[in-house]
Nanobody, 114 residues
Framework: QVQLVESGGGLVQAGGSLRLSCAAT??????MGWHRQAPGKQREFVAT???????NYADSVKGRFTISRDNSKSTVYLQMNSLKPEDTAVYYC??????????WGQGTQVTVSS
């Protein structure tokens, strides 16, 4: 059974940092990543990383967020620096299993106060 469990969310002031973690179990994941959904908005892509370490970021977070993964622990991280109020959202971990199924975690709330 595939499970993705996020942790590390919370309340932080603008300009601060948070590190999200996502522990994945139950399968091998080719691509892992993060999406987010702000109140009243559609869910949007944040960042992905392949099992080889190739990364991709949304323009809105480039230079501020860093995605990484530890394949030995099947864990993906999102280091978020210089946070802005517009980064406030529920952050979801994603993991792609063969052949190409995307699995989602339950989400963790990130709130950035101005």
């Amino acid at each position: 059974q595939v499970q993705l469990v996020e942790s590390g969310g919370g309340l932080v002031q603008a300009g601060g940092s948070l590190r999200l973690s996502c522990a994945a179990t139950g399968s091998w994941f080719s691509i892992m990543g993060w999406h987010r959904q702000a109140p009243g908005k559609q869910r949007e892509f944040v960042a992905t990383i392949t099992n080889y370490g190739s990364t991709n970021y949304a323009d809105s977070v480039k230079g501020r967020f860093t995605i990484s993964r530890d394949n030995s622990k099947s864990t993906v991280y999102l280091q978020m620096n210089s946070l802005k109020p517009e980064d406030t959202a529920v952050y979801y971990c994603t993991g792609r299993t063969p052949p190409s199924r995307d699995n989602w975690g339950q989400g963790t709330q990130v709130t950035v106060s101005s």
